[in-house]
C-alpha cells in the first residue's frame, strides 16, 4: 500500500537555480539581490505598510514587541491553543502571558475569553489566523482592539500571502507576522516576514531591524558612523533563504490552485460525515479570497479521533493532531501557579485532526484518504447495528 505523508514541501526548480546563482554569482549573502526582490515584492505588495524579512515568525513576534516597547509587567493575551514560540517570544520580553479561550469546536480565539483577562496592564492582543483563513471572530477581535487602544499583532503564520488577501491583511492589524518555514505553503527552509502597518512606521523599527544601530540613517544622510540608538538584534534573513523563497513567490498561484482544489474534494467527499454531526467542524473552502493551508476535522470525541488516527496510520496515511493547550503545560503551569480554565482548547486538541494538505498532494491521494475515513465510520456503524 502506497504510504501518503502529511507534508513534503514544494522546492520548483526556480528556488534550486536561484540558489545555485547566489552561491556563485560573488555578491553578498546579506542583503544581498534575492533579499532585495523579496523585499521589494512584499513593500509593493503591503503598500502603505512595510515589510521587515526575518528568520523565523517567532523573531517576527520579538521584532514585534520591541518595536510596541513592552516593558515587564506588560500583559499580552494569546490563545491557548497556538504554538509555543508565541509564548516564549512574550516570555523573554518580561511580560505577562493571559492565556484565552478558543471558540467552542473551532481553533479560533474567543473574543469573549478575551475580554474577561483585559486589564489595566493589557497592552497586546496576539491573534492567529489559524489554517490561513481570517474569521470573523478575528475581525471582532480587532475592532475590539481598536475600541480599546490595544495593539493587535496578527499571527499569519499559516497564510499564504497572495493579492487577493493584502488588503485585508493591511486593514485588519497594527503588525501581522508570517512565517517561511518548511511546513508552510511558501516556504524557504526556516524564514519570516513582519508587516508594519503605516501608522507605526518610523524611524525606530529601522534601528530594531539593524541590530539597534542607525545604520540606515547613515547611508542617507552620509553621516560617518553607526551608533547603537536603540534595541535590536539579528533578525535578517540569510541571502540563501531569500534566493528559496523567490522561487516559491513565483510559484505561488499554481500552489494556491492546487490547495484550493484539494480543499474543495475533501470537503465534497466527507460532506456525509458533516450532515451526520461526525465531523462537527472542518476547513472548508467558502467563497472568502483566503486560501486554506491546513485541513482539519474537529470530530465528535476524542476516542472516534484516536480510533480514526490509528485506523489512517494502519493504512499508511500520515495525519496530525496540532497544538497541546498551553495552559495544560508542564511549564506554563509550574511558572504561574495557575490552573486555567480553557475548556474548549482542551477538547479542541482531544478532537482536531489534521489531514495531509500540501500543493503535491495529488487529487488520487485524496480520494484514497476521504474513501479511507469513510470505510472507517461504515465499519464503526456495522459494529454498533
Not at 505561488?252 to 474534494?265: F, Q, Y
Request: charged content about 20%; hydrophobic content about 35%; aromatic content about 10%.
Amino acid at each position: 500500500m502506497k504510504q501518503i505523508s502529511f507534508y513534503i514541501p514544494d522546492l520548483n526548480e526556480n528556488s534550486g537555480r536561484y540558489v545555485d546563482k547566489a552561491l556563485t554569482s560573488g555578491k553578498s549573502l546579506f542583503r544581498g539581490e534575492f533579499h532585495e526582490k523579496c523585499t521589494h515584492y512584499f513593500n509593493t505588495l503591503f503598500f502603505p505598510s512595510k515589510s521587515y524579512l526575518v528568520s523565523s515568525c517567532t523573531d517576527a513576534i520579538c521584532m514585534a514587541l520591541i518595536i510596541l516597547e513592552l516593558q515587564q509587567q506588560d500583559e499580552v493575551i494569546i490563545s491557548s491553543y497556538t504554538f509555543v514560540t508565541v509564548a516564549n517570544a512574550i516570555k523573554n520580553r518580561g511580560c505577562h502571558i493571559k492565556l484565552a479561550d478558543t471558540i467552542a469546536n473551532s481553533p479560533y480565539m474567543d473574543l469573549q475569553s478575551v475580554k474577561k483577562l483585559i486589564t489595566p496592564r493589557t497592552r497586546v492582543v496576539i491573534d492567529m489566523y489559524y489554517g490561513g483563513i481570517v474569521s470573523e471572530e478575528n475581525v471582532k477581535i480587532r475592532k475590539f482592539c481598536q475600541e480599546n487602544n490595544l495593539f493587535y499583532i496578527a499571527d499569519a503564520a499559516h497564510l499564504i500571502i497572495s493579492e487577493e488577501t493584502v488588503q485585508t491583511i493591511i486593514e485588519i492589524a497594527d503588525i501581522t507576522v508570517f512565517s517561511f518555514h518548511e511546513t508552510k505553503v511558501l516556504n524557504c527552509g526556516q524564514g519570516g516576514l513582519m508587516v508594519l502597518n503605516s501608522s507605526l512606521i518610523n524611524h525606530s523599527a529601522d534601528e530594531v531591524y539593524n541590530h539597534g544601530t542607525d545604520k540606515d540613517l547613515v547611508k542617507i544622510t552620509q553621516k560617518k558612523f553607526y551608533e547603537w540608538t536603540n534595541e535590536g538584534l539579528e533578525f535578517n534573513l540569510n541571502e540563501i533563504s531569500c534566493a528559496l523563497l523567490w522561487g516559491q513567490i513565483e510559484g505561488s498561484k499554481k500552489t494556491v490552485d492546487n490547495l484550493k482544489k484539494n480543499v474543495s474534494k475533501y470537503n465534497d467527499r466527507l460532506k456525509v460525515l458533516k450532515d451526520k454531526g461526525k465531523i462537527q467542524n472542518w476547513t472548508e473552502l467558502n467563497q472568502t479570497s483566503f486560501c486554506p493551508t491546513i485541513m482539519y476535522l474537529v470530530l465528535d470525541s476524542a476516542e472516534n479521533c484516536t480510533s480514526l488516527k490509528e485506523h489512517l496510520a494502519h493504512k499508511k496515511i500520515d495525519t496530525r493532531q496540532h497544538y497541546y493547550p498551553l495552559h495544560q503545560s508542564q511549564y506554563y503551569r509550574n511558572k504561574s501557579g495557575k490552573q486555567d480554565s480553557c475548556n474548549n482548547a482542551s477538547h479542541l486538541y482531544d478532537r482536531l485532526l489534521r489531514l495531509p494538505l500540501f500543493s503535491l498532494l495529488s487529487e488520487d491521494d485524496v480520494i484514497t484518504i476521504c474513501n479511507t475515513i469513510l470505510t472507517f465510520y461504515e465499519a464503526k456503524n456495522s459494529a454498533l447495528v
